[in-house]
């Protein structure tokens, strides 16, 4: 992994590599460098399979961070992709012309997140929350138990447990 992030480091004004375990690692990018890296990962360094990408909402610092993991199946090796996007304007770039399967995630960050790609496939296309008006439930500002209790009725009899209370009664009932 190391001589991959030697041999591209400059040309892509890649950050430090952060090794998490043999096999996986992480980096960080600038967003205008993210699709000549992707290119030169699948074309040249066998990184062929998208496995996975995702956000993690950097609230406090105005920041979206999408994460693309690609992995050699080859060579065992993940790499994990990290660029970060001002929150505000909330756009990332489509690579579902590098891998189709890109156009599914892309939809559910647009949908869960409020991140836009802007020429993916269906990306404003209803996907899970059909007729869904509200902020994007990922986002760290959605108020969850505020939605909940302005969109659901109260239900007569039901209570709720604090769930470690509860799970020391149903664990020890005679107290022990």
Do not use: C
């Not at 609230?59 to 999408?66: I, K, N, T």
């Not at 992709?81 to 012309?97: C, F, K």
């Not at 020391?168 to 009932?173: A, D, G, N, R």
């Amino acid at each position: 992994m190391r001589d991959i992030h030697k041999r591209l480091k400059k040309l892509h004004h890649l950050g430090k590599l952060e090794p998490q375990r043999p096999g996986l690692a992480f980096l960080t990018l600038p967003r205008e460098n993210l699709r000549g890296l992707l290119l030169d990962l699948r074309d040249k360094e066998g990184f062929t399979h998208l496995v996975l990408l995702t956000a993690v909402d950097w609230m406090e610092e105005g920041l979206f961070q999408l994460t693309y993991m690609m992995n050699n199946r080859a060579a065992d090796m993940t790499l994990g992709i990290r660029v970060m996007l001002d929150r505000e304007a909330a756009t990332g770039d489509s690579i579902h012309d590098l891998w189709p399967t890109a156009a599914t995630y892309q939809r559910e960050l647009k949908e869960m997140f409020g991140i836009d790609f802007p020429g993916s496939p269906r990306v404003d296309d209803e996907f899970i929350l059909e007729g869904w008006t509200d902020l994007p439930p990922y986002r760290r500002d959605f108020d969850s138990l505020a939605y909940s209790q302005q969109t659901y009725a109260e239900r007569p009899g039901r209570v709720t447990h604090d769930p470690r209370e509860y799970m020391k009664s149903k664990l020890y009932p005679d107290g022990v």
